[in-house]
């Protein structure tokens, strides 16, 4: 069977090194081998509050970092969803099959909620969205970061259900593909939580349009430990580990490699060295966003990629509306 590859990257903040080591570094890597959907579910972002005119930006923003990163929009469908109905279609379809209890146990859905006086009833359904997502393309993986785990879990489990109700084999089943380094790549400021885009503390993430200053400034900032040993050690050094993961994706080398490398030698110079290897993969990157951002071009390429990913996802649609009874 053709390996079919659908992801995508919400406008709820800027970009940081979190969602480019867990998700974009791996879409680029893909892109060869499969036919492939790279979207920007910005119909998910608006689960929380967002600010209209920042919504936009953005979105533009991320569209233009797709490329930037080197996805090749002859290759690849770039498209917004809310640009392609079907999405929110079939969103609808598969939030009849799922049940309360299953999206009462997302753990995004309960860290994003806690703390909140009122959150609305699209954050909690959201993950039904997110299966319609997939299934629409009858996508064979999909690429994400480790916290996305549970999400995909129900994707697969909803193909199921709707293919042993509906019709046999109505829905491709989705394998997830978790980088093994870059999966889970944690808050600067505090290792326990994982590096987020909506966290309004600037200085938790290094943004993938951050100056050289700032980059060199975060890391040296970062929290660590003080065993003052560079190695890998989720349990206890989580820190450590984090920086080792990006420090791995952004430079190449295994984390074996850079253990070695600063064995006797202190945090500072780690640290150094991490910001150089981060700065050295982000300058080309940043120069190519500036080229891209707000050209002809990228409205040409998101049109395009609607109207590709809108004819795909309208077989599907068909599909399932004639298995459910609609009269089509
Ligand atoms: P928010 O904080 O607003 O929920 P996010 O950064 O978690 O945003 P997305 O940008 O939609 O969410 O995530 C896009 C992809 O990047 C997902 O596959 C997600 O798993 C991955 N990702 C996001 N943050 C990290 C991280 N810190 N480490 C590894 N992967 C990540
Ligand atoms: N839920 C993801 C974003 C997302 C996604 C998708 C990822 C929405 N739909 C489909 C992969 C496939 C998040 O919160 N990071």
């Known amino acids: 069977m053709e390996k079919r590859i ?17 998700a974009l570094s791996q879409f680029v890597a893909m892109q060869e081998k499969a036919d492939c959907y790279f979207f920007i579910p910005d119909l998910h972002a608006v689960t929380v509050w967002q600010d209209p005119r920042e919504l936009r930006e953005r979105s533009m923003e991320i569209a233009a970092l797709y490329l930037a990163a080197g996805i090749d929009p002859k290759r690849s469908a ?8 079907a999405h929110a279609e079939l969103g609808w379809l598969m939030e009849t099959q799922t049940a309360v209890g299953e999206l009462g146990r997302m753990t995004q859905y309960k860290e994003k909620a806690d703390g909140r006086e009122s959150v609305s009833s699209a954050l909690f359904t959201y993950p039904a969205y997110m299966a319609a997502d997939i299934l629409l393309y ?16 129900l994707a697969r489990n909803l193909a199921v259900r709707f ?38 503390n600037r200085s938790s993430s290094i943004l993938l349009m951050d100056e050289p200053d700032d980059i060199r400034r975060k890391f040296a900032k970062a929290v660590t430990d003080s065993e003052g040993v560079v190695r890998c050690d989720w ?83 068909k ?6 009874g609609f009269v089509v």
Not at 6 to 22: A, D, R
Not at 319 to 324: G, I, R, S, T
């Open 6 to 22: 659908l992801s995508g990257m919400k406008p709820s903040g800027e970009l940081n090194i979190g969602g480019y080591g867990g």
């Open 78 to 85: 770039v498209f917004f969803q809310s640009q392609v109905p």
């Open 138 to 153: 009858q996508a064979t993986h999909v690429p994400v970061g480790d916290d996305q785990k549970q999400h995909l879990e």
């Open 163 to 200: 293919n042993s109700r509906f019709k046999k084999n109505l829905f491709t089943i989705p394998e997830p593909i978790i980088a093994g380094i870059g999966s889970r790549i944690m808050g600067l400021d505090d290792p326990s939580k994982k590096m987020s885009k909506s966290n309004p």
């Open 235 to 317: 349990d206890r050094k989580p820190g450590i580990s984090s920086l080792l993961e990006i420090y791995s994706v952004f430079s190449g080398m295994t984390i074996g490699d850079i253990e070695s490398r600063y064995q006797g030698v202190g945090y500072g110079s780690f640290k150094e060295d991490l910001a150089e290897a981060v700065i050295a993969k982000l300058e080309p990157l940043q120069r190519s966003y500036r080229e891209i951002a707000g050209s002809e071009e990228l409205d040409r390429v998101l049109k395009d990629g609607a109207l590709r990913a809108a004819e795909a996802a309208a077989a599907t649609l």
């Open 319 to 324: 599909a399932v509306k004639e298995a459910m």
